[in-house]
C-alpha cells in the first residue's frame, strides 16, 4: 500500500516519523524522507513499476500495453525524466525514428505495404526529422 502523501483532514503534507515491523514489532522512529519512485506521480510510477516487473524488456511492455514500441519507449523516457533520469545519449525523437524505419521496412517484408508506400512512408519520416 502506497503511504499517503498529504493529510485527510487539512491536505497539508504528511511526514513519516514511524515505522513498524510487522513480524518482530520492532519499530523505528525518526524523520523519514521519501525519495525517488515513492514521490513520482501517475502515470510515471505506474510505467517505470512495469518496466521493473517486465525487467526491462521493451517488447512485452509493448505486447501488455497494446502500444507500439516507440510509444513505450516516448513514455518511459518520460517517466524517467520526470524521476531525474533523463538519457542524453540518443534523444528519443532519433530512437523513435529508428524504430519507426524498422517498422516499415518489416511491414514491407511482411507485404503489408508497397514498395512504393514503403519508400513514400521513410520520405515522410525523413521530412519530419528535417522540420
Given at each position: 500500500?502506497?503511504?499517503?502523501?498529504?493529510?485527510?483532514?487539512c491536505?497539508?503534507?504528511?511526514?513519516?516519523?514511524?515505522?513498524?515491523?510487522?513480524?518482530?514489532?520492532?519499530?523505528?522512529?525518526?524523520?523519514?524522507?521519501?525519495?525517488?519512485?515513492?514521490?513520482?506521480?501517475?502515470?510515471?510510477?505506474?510505467?517505470?513499476?512495469?518496466?521493473?516487473?517486465?525487467?526491462?524488456?521493451?517488447?512485452?511492455?509493448?505486447?501488455?500495453?497494446?502500444?507500439?514500441?516507440?510509444?513505450?519507449?516516448a513514455?518511459?523516457?518520460?517517466?524517467?525524466?520526470?524521476?531525474?533520469?533523463?538519457?542524453?545519449?540518443?534523444p528519443?525523437?532519433?530512437?523513435?525514428?529508428?524504430?519507426?524505419?524498422?517498422?516499415?521496412?518489416?511491414?514491407?517484408?511482411?507485404?503489408?505495404?508497397?514498395?512504393?508506400?514503403?519508400v513514400?512512408?521513410?520520405?515522410?519520416?525523413?521530412k519530419?526529422?528535417?522540420?
Amino acid at each position: 500500500m502506497a503511504t499517503p502523501k498529504s493529510c485527510p483532514a487539512c491536505g497539508g503534507t504528511l511526514e513519516v516519523v514511524r515505522l513498524h515491523c510487522t513480524d518482530c514489532g520492532t519499530e523505528v522512529s525518526g524523520h523519514f524522507q521519501h525519495r525517488g519512485l515513492l514521490n513520482l506521480p501517475e502515470p510515471y510510477a505506474s510505467m517505470l513499476e512495469m518496466f521493473l516487473s517486465v525487467r526491462g524488456n521493451v517488447k512485452d511492455m509493448e505486447r501488455l500495453l497494446g502500444l507500439s514500441y516507440p510509444t513505450v519507449r516516448a513514455r518511459l523516457d518520460e517517466a524517467f525524466a520526470a524521476l531525474g533520469l533523463a538519457h542524453p545519449e540518443m534523444p528519443a525523437q532519433e530512437e523513435d525514428r529508428k524504430q519507426r524505419r524498422l517498422e516499415i521496412v518489416r511491414s514491407l517484408e511482411r507485404e503489408e505495404i508497397s514498395s512504393a508506400e514503403a519508400v513514400e512512408q521513410l520520405r515522410e519520416l525523413q521530412k519530419g526529422r528535417k522540420s
